[in-house]
Nanobody, 126 residues
Framework: QVQLVESGGGFVQAGGSLRLSCAAS???????????MGWFRQAPGKEREFVAA????????YYTDSVKGRFTISGDNAKNTIYQQMNNLRPEDTAVYYC????????????????WGQGTQVTVSS
């Protein structure tokens, strides 16, 4: 099993920045089996939506259109941690952000999470 723990959420004014972190822990085989990691978000009254993802042992990244050019996903394999730098935040970015991990060797656009974190709240004021 894999546990994902997010941190870095908070309250920021529009135009500001936040950096989310997600640390993965668990047995060595389960950690090694993770192929993709990413971020989803869920705003009040809305369904959970994909935000960004990356190949865990590679350089490929993939973003939803609304965050392209503002959000950057990155990772540190030695720490089993991924990050999401969020710049130029907008009120519509307000949501609970969830870290996710996918074991399936498919494209980033086909991300289907096998593991979820508990989520971290991001609130952007206008």
């Amino acid at each position: 099993q894999v546990q994902l723990v997010e941190s870095g959420g908070g309250f920021v004014q529009a135009g500001g920045s936040l950096r989310l972190s997600c640390a993965a822990s668990g047995d060595t085989f389960s950690i090694y089996s993770i192929y993709k990691m990413g971020w989803f978000r869920q705003a009040p009254g809305k369904e959970r939506e994909f935000v960004a993802a990356m190949i865990r042992r590679g350089s490929s990244t993939y973003y939803t259109d609304s965050v392209k050019g503002r959000f950057t996903i990155s990772g540190d394999n030695a720490k089993n941690t991924i990050y999401q730098q969020m710049n130029n935040l907008r009120p519509e970015d307000t949501a609970v952000y969830y870290c996710a991990a996918d074991r399936k060797i498919t494209s980033l656009a086909q991300f289907q999470s096998d593991y979820w974190g508990q989520g971290t709240q991001v609130t952007v004021s206008s």
